[in-house]
């Protein structure tokens, strides 16, 4: 070894084996390689891996990799992690987890034992799905090859800027002084050795089609990367860009999707499901666009895209509500109705439809219909526009009634009982039994506070209370009990900058803003606030609460947090 390969090799050795006797036993997340301290395993459910998740955007795989038991996609938002053994997601590798976004050369699943190997730049990275261990090692340069040792303990073989690396599997770093030769190495099969041995996967692009509607658009899917499974040779598992992950059989050319985490990445708004969530994109993604449904287990997902005549690409999702079967999304380009089973069109109102205004910022249902609050006043929409017995009964433009405070930008809607409270730029307002004939009578709530009259960005109904938020105070009011509005001081707005939304259960009060999330137990007045970044990767933009999960949308992912007995977080 020439004088200069000596030094370094020295230098090396000595820094990564310092760092590797930390990483090797610290698992991912805790802030010195990344899960949290105490974390169990992702197998057993618990640890602070269950009680915090974030899930972003998967629909773009840029490389697969496959180790004898797991299969591991990366993505926009990190790596996604399936359990070929129990056919289970388990938990990502994020950038919570010491993860930077974007920064992935190279994957490569470990043929030895059940990990991952990654190249970043300045770095090789090894993820032990199992004990969720995140392992780093100081590299020259930037990795593009990752092989592994086929004599003694299999050790990985990286190659970074054109010199060549031993890595063990405790983290020391050796520089070997010449390529090895490619006998001695096990190199992952790529798509390139995929093409060759399957010729059908380039010849036969209609075989990984998403299932059709005639009224959505028709294209084949492009495969990004491959990885075959090192034990089943009818397993092949292909990315594609804007579908996720397939799991191929080739000797049958039977693919199955298996969709994980977001369609498009951030999330501008929220709504309950019945065993999850659904979320509404903003508009980023090249590929695809509409809303994805996140199962409360993290198991389950779909994706509704748009269509040929409502397409959903670049699209913003501003407010969102969901009834019985149907998705209300307000957008940046107008209101949308969406089937939640996929199997109804789509309908969309827009400015020649009759909005005031192409950008809708709050949506409440009723049976027959809902009501918008758009940019530049309010209207009525009947769900049944489609139809022509709605047209016959003189209901405007396409199902487009009444509409109310022009010119006036409202913020947000709520019903309490019969009644529909506004948060206009003008103050809060009430509508008692409105209709989408007249509109009904417009009234003010009684009370002296100013902040009645400025702007109101946010409401939230529970029980007997109404929430109101401005942009320097919470307002409490009693709508069934006549009682005079009160600020509601435990709700600081400057503790979360501009606010975002507003939510109320039983249990807790929530106040979203720009800066992060504050959180009131209603039972004692306790407090807590999640902040941007330490707590939230971005502002929070949406806000849901089921009785076990607060789910956080922000411009980064949804972020899932087990919720306490109480109501409040772990």
């Known amino acids: 070894m020439s004088p200069r390969l000596a030094v370094r090799a020295v230098v090396v050795v000595v820094a990564v084996a310092a760092g590797a006797m930390l990483s090797a036993c610290v698992p991912a997340g805790s802030g010195v390689g990344g899960a949290m301290d105490g974390a169990a395993s992702p197998l057993s459910g618990g640890g602070r891996r269950d009680e915090r998740q974030r899930i972003g955007s998967f629909s773009s795989v840029q490389a697969v990799a496959v180790s004898r038991r797991y299969v591991f996609a990366a993505g926009g938002s990190g790596i996604a992690i399936y359990d070929r053994a129990i056919n289970q997601w388990l938990p990502p590798l994020t950038r919570d987890d010491g993860l930077a976004d974007q920064q992935i050369t190279v994957v490569a699943g470990d043929p030895v034992e059940d990990a ?109 990367s491959g990885a075959a499974s090192p034990e089943r040779t009818s397993e092949v598992w292909l990315g594609t860009a804007g579908d996720g ?89 107008g209101l949308v109705r969406l089937s939640l089973d996929g199997a109804s069109p789509l309908q969309a109102w827009g400015v020649l439809d009759g909005l005031p205004d192409g950008r809708v910022l709050a949506v409440a249902t009723r049976d027959e219909g809902v009501w918008a609050g758009t940019a530049r006043g309010l209207v009525y929409v009947r769900d049944s526009s489609d139809t022509r017995a709605a047209r016959a009964r003189g209901a405007g433009t396409r199902g487009v009634g009444v509409r109310l405070l022009e010119n006036m930008p409202v ?104 800066d992060g999330v504050l959180i009131v137990s209603r039972r004692d007045g306790a407090t807590r606030v999640l902040r941007v970044p330490a707590d939230l990767p971005g502002p929070a933009l949406a806000l849901v609460a089921t009785r076990d999960w607060l789910w956080v949308g922000t411009p980064q992912g949804l972020i899932r947090l087990r919720r306490r007995g109480d109501g409040g977080l772990p």
């Open 116 to 224: 991952l190997w990654l190249g970043v730049p300045g770095g090789v990275l090894m993820y032990r799905p199992l004990t969720e261990q995140l392992q780093r090692t100081i590299v020259t340069g930037v990795p593009d090859l990752i092989a592994f040792d086929r004599a003694g303990t299999g050790d990985a073989i990286v190659r970074a800027g054109g010199e060549w690396t031993r890595i063990s599997r405790v983290g020391i770093a050796t520089p070997l002084p010449r390529p090895p030769a490619a006998t001695t190495l096990i190199l992952p099969r790529t798509l390139s050795d995929l093409y060759t041995q399957f010729p059908s996967l380039r010849t036969q692009p209609s075989l990984l089609l998403r299932a059709q509607a005639t009224d959505r658009p028709l294209r084949a899917v492009q495969i990004l």
């Open 411 to 514: 913020h947000a809607l709520a019903f309490t009982g019969d009644t529909l409270w506004v948060g206009t730029e003008g103050g809060l307002l009430a509508i008692p039994s409105p209709n989408g004939v007249d509109g009904g009578v417009v009234s003010r709530p009684l009370g002296s506070d100013p902040a009645l009259r400025r702007p109101v960005r946010a409401l939230a109904w529970s029980d007997s209370v109404l929430l109101a938020a401005t942009d320097d105070a919470v307002l409490r009011l009693a709508p069934r009990g006549g009682v005079e509005p009160v600020r509601e001081d435990r709700l600081d707005v400057r503790q979360v900058g501009r606010v975002t939304g507003v939510a109320i259960d039983e249990r807790t009060m929530w106040l979203a803003g720009t």
């Open 245 to 333: 992950l397939f799991r191929l059989d080739p000797a049958f050319m039977q693919a199955t999707p298996l969709p994980y985490g977001l369609m498009e990445p951030g999330v501008g708004a929220l709504a309950p499901a019945a065993d999850g969530v659904w979320a509404a994109g903003l508009g980023q993604s090249p590929d695809r666009g509409g809303l994805s449904f996140v199962g409360s287990d993290l198991q389950r997902f779909r994706w509704l895209e748009g269509t040929i005549a409502v397409p959903l690409v670049g699209v913003r999702g501003l407010s969102l509500v969901t009834r019985a079967s149907r998705a209300w999304l307000g957008t940046d380009r």
